[in-house]
Structure formats: C-alpha cells, structure tokens
C-alpha cells in the first residue's frame, strides 16, 4: 500500500498568515493527489486535484504543488472560514489512501 | 447539482450485518464510478472500496475485504454497501463519494454521511 505522511498534523496560525502543509507519498504517484477541507461535523470538500488545479468555486488562495512524492497545500493568506482540517488522497494505486490530517487552529 | 444521499445505518451487534444505501442525483450515475469512504469517531479519513461506473470493477480497502461489498442499481441511481461480519473498529461516518468517468480520477462529491455502531 502507499503511505501518505501528512504534516503537520496540527497547527495554530492567526488570520493573514501563510500556511504550508506537506504530504510525501512513499512511491511516486504521477499527478493522482487531491487535496480536501474538512470542518466539524460536515463531509469533505475537495480543494485541489490533479497536484495544483484548483476546484470551481474554491478561493485562490488555495494552492496546490509538487511532483513525484512530494506535495504541498498552500493558503496563502488565511481566513477565518478556512481553520479546519485538511487531507491530501492519493488514487493512484489501490488501495486509495489519506494523509492522517492537519488541524488547522486559531492562534 | 450534485447530490448524494446515504441511508441504512445505525446500530448493530458485533458479528452483525447492515446494509448502506447511497441515493445520487444531478450527475449521469451510470457512467461514474462511486466510492465508500469512512471515518471513526475523532480519526482520519479511511477509503473503503469503489465500484466502477463501466465494467463493474470493484476494489476493496484490505480492513473489509471479504466482508464488504459494494453494489449499485443503475435503474435507481442507488449505491450499495453490504457489510456483514462488523467489528467494534468499522464504527464510523460512512460516506458515499463519487469518482469520475474513469475509476481511477479520484473523489469530487461527497454525500453527508451515515453513522454505523458496532456495539453490543
């Protein structure tokens, strides 16, 4: 199975700021990686596919790059409706896997 | 728009069996492959199997395989998930999730979720 190493797995930041998370793939997974938003209660959302295209309807502060292992999902100035959690999903080989999560908090 | 509607769950004893709907509208359901995915409680996010909009081809996380199935009824534009043999560690949210035309495209919608508890 492929691993999917999410990090940080939390982290406070305050609104205005820029926010990176990583997940590294322990095989590479061409352009199969997504990324997903997740709030309390309520069923994910995808932000980013294809490594860096960005959802109809998603602000353009979301980011997405990175290639092979590799990967990482910016917020390049954060709101107050972005602290949640998010996931990256690697499809590219079955079984499908999730990083374990970055809980996104108010500093 | 897309909308994805999950059905079925609840309560259940260890060894026992459920059956989890997922009704889809807004979307052509024939064509596109469909995903389970689940979440135990205060965990991350666990892909559990998807079924193939074109030839039927099924794929199954190692934790259910064998005690899963996943099903659709194209006349209905329903998903299926048959568990049986549950666990206390299958409790979770369990999501209904559509893919793309081609199986491999990954996830774009997800339904609300259904709780399932394995509990005696």
């Known amino acids: 199975d492929i691993q999917m190493t999410q990090s940080p797995s939390s982290l406070s930041a305050s609104v205005g700021d820029r926010v990176t998370i990583t997940c590294r793939a322990s095989?590479?997974?061409?352009?199969?990686l997504a990324w997903y938003q997740q709030k309390p209660g309520k069923a994910p959302k995808r932000l980013i596919f294809?490594?860096?295209s960005l959802q109809s309807g998603v602000p353009s502060r979301f980011s997405g790059s990175g290639s092979g292992t590799e990967f990482s999902l910016t917020i390049s100035s954060l709101q107050p409706e972005d602290f949640a959690t998010y996931y990256c999903?690697?499809?590219?080989?079955?079984?499908?896997?999730f990083g374990q999560g970055t809980k996104v908090e108010i500093k | 728009e897309v909308q994805l509607l999950e059905s079925g769950g609840g309560l259940v004893q260890p060894g026992g069996s459920l059956r989890l709907s997922c009704a889809a509208s807004g979307f052509t359901f024939p064509n596109y492959a469909m995903n389970w995915v689940r979440q135990a409680p205060g965990k991350g996010l666990e892909w559990v199997s998807l079924?193939?909009?074109?030839?039927?081809?099924?794929y199954y996380a190692g934790s259910v395989k064998g005690r899963f199935t996943t099903s659709r009824d194209n006349s209905k534009n329903t998903l299926y998930l048959e568990m049986s043999s549950l666990r206390a560690d299958d409790t979770a949210v369990y999501y209904c999730?559509?893919?793309?035309?081609?199986?491999?495209?990954?996830?774009?919608?997800w339904g609300q979720g259904v709780h399932v508890t394995v509990s005696s």
């Open positions: 095989q590479a997974i061409r352009n199969d």
């Open positions: 999903l690697q499809h590219n080989d079955y079984p499908w896997t």
């Open positions: 294809g490594i860096s």
């Open positions: 079924l193939s909009g074109g030839d039927g081809s099924t």
């Open positions: 999730a559509k893919g793309g035309r081609i199986a491999g495209t990954g996830i774009d919608y």
